[in-house]
């Protein structure tokens, strides 16, 4: 495993990773497999616990991290991406990126020599996604449940459709027309369920997505750089709240989950994301512990 750019570059590893960090969470790894060695993380959007996270994570597994604004490198005066993947790839050992396109992502990674890490683009974000996993194992055993979206068909959306497909979860996404999941991740995900299956819904009922569920999961309505769309996606949205009521068609022990930061009286209610049923505090946690687990598992192998 060298590059992390889609859920699909761990296809064969999801499960294992989940374990190792499993195994960090619980104090059963202590090797300092980053001894010496330093990620760079380049960030074009703001962020809390991706940066955090990783910062940590490189920090409590030996090695440095380097915060690099994307407007204080070239990169954000015009410097060409394969130019800057090509000088990197001579000072640090690894790259995480936070960008705006996927596809600059993917031509970072085409031009360097090192790892790179997606840790967020507009098509996907697989570490998100990887804890997301984490978390369900925990609470719910294992794989053999029914996993609810609710909201807008975002990379968040994208990566767990993925995912799920991969570990054999029926996922059923709800959305408004004009806001579904992309059609290309979708159909990856079906040729992938055919062998694992996963059933996929795509409906724009939010009652029918969560209808029997064991897991609700929603995200925010509006993202970073889609402020100028606020008025036309609040109405947009203003039935696919997640709250007590939607809540109610779901099992009487189904988790809430949410990537945070969560905007309360929005995609969710306070009594919601604070209540009894919602593990969105794990949820966060575990994003350290799966960030670990992904370097881990980049820098040990020879």
């Not at 794989?143 to 995912?163: E, P, R, T, Y």
């Not at 959305?175 to 992938?192: D, F, Q, T, W």
């Not at 402020?227 to 099992?251: D, G, I, P």
């Not at 929005?266 to 687990?293: C, F, M, Y």
């Given at each position: 495993?060298?590059h992390?750019?889609?859920?699909?570059d761990?296809?064969d590893?999801?499960e294992?990773l989940?374990?190792?960090?499993?195994?960090?969470?619980?104090?059963?790894?202590?090797?300092?497999?980053?001894?010496?060695?330093?990620?760079?993380?380049?960030f074009?959007?703001p962020?809390?616990?991706?940066?955090?996270?990783?910062?940590v994570a490189?920090?409590q597994?030996g090695?440095?991290?380097?915060y690099?604004?994307?407007s204080e490198?070239?990169?954000?005066r015009?410097?060409l991406?394969a130019?800057?993947?090509?000088v990197?790839?001579?000072?640090?050992d690894g790259i995480?990126i936070?960008?705006?396109r996927?596809?600059?992502v993917?031509?970072?990674?085409k031009?360097?020599?090192?790892?790179?890490?997606n840790?967020?683009?507009?098509?996907?974000?697989?570490c998100?996604?990887?804890?997301?996993?984490?978390t369900i194992k925990?609470?719910?055993?294992?794989f053999?449940?029914?996993?609810?979206f609710v909201g807008?068909?975002?990379?968040?959306?994208?990566?767990?459709?993925?995912?799920?497909s991969?570990?054999?979860i029926?996922?059923?996404v709800?959305s408004?027309?004009?806001y579904e999941?992309?059609?290309?991740?979708?159909?990856k995900?079906l040729?992938?369920a055919?062998k694992?299956g996963?059933?996929?819904?795509?409906?724009?009922d939010a009652i029918?997505?969560?209808k029997?569920?064991?897991?609700?999961y929603t995200?925010?309505?509006?993202?970073m750089g889609q402020e100028?769309?606020?008025k036309?996606?609040?109405k947009?949205f203003?039935k696919?709240?997640?709250?007590?009521?939607l809540?109610?068609h779901a099992?009487?022990?189904?988790?809430?989950?949410?990537?945070?930061p969560?905007v309360r009286?929005?995609?969710?209610?306070?009594?919601?994301i604070?209540g009894p049923?919602?593990?969105v505090?794990?949820?966060?946690?575990?994003?350290?512990?799966?960030q670990?687990?992904i370097?881990y598992?980049i820098f040990?192998?020879?």
């Amino acid at each position: 495993m060298k590059h992390v750019l889609s859920v699909c570059d761990i296809k064969d590893e999801v499960e294992e990773l989940i374990d190792i960090a499993e195994k960090f969470k619980n104090g059963k790894i202590k090797e300092k497999v980053l001894k010496d060695k330093v990620l760079a993380m380049i960030f074009e959007k703001p962020s809390t616990r991706t940066r955090v996270s990783f910062e940590v994570a490189v920090l409590q597994l030996g090695g440095n991290a380097l915060y690099l604004p994307s407007s204080e490198l070239q990169l954000g005066r015009g410097e060409l991406i394969a130019d800057t993947a090509k000088v990197m790839s001579r000072y640090v050992d690894g790259i995480m990126i936070r960008a705006n396109r996927h596809k600059d992502v993917i031509e970072l990674a085409k031009h360097s020599t090192i790892p790179v890490i997606n840790g967020l683009t507009d098509e996907e974000h697989p570490c998100q996604a990887l804890a997301d996993m984490q978390t369900i194992k925990e609470y719910k055993g294992g794989f053999n449940i029914k996993l609810a979206f609710v909201g807008d068909g975002n990379n968040v959306c994208n990566s767990l459709i993925l995912i799920s497909s991969i570990l054999g979860i029926d996922i059923s996404v709800a959305s408004p027309k004009g806001y579904e999941p992309s059609n290309k991740i979708v159909n990856k995900a079906l040729k992938i369920a055919k062998k694992t299956g996963a059933k996929i819904n795509i409906t724009s009922d939010a009652i029918e997505a969560v209808k029997g569920a064991d897991v609700v999961y929603t995200d925010v309505w509006i993202s970073m750089g889609q402020e100028n769309e606020r008025k036309t996606r609040l109405k947009a949205f203003k039935k696919y709240q997640v709250n007590k009521k939607l809540m109610s068609h779901a099992k009487e022990d189904a988790i809430f989950m949410h990537c945070l930061p969560a905007v309360r009286g929005e995609e969710t209610t306070s009594d919601v994301i604070d209540g009894p049923n919602s593990v969105v505090w794990d949820q966060a946690e575990n994003r350290l512990h799966t960030q670990k687990a992904i370097l881990y598992k980049i820098f040990k192998e020879p």
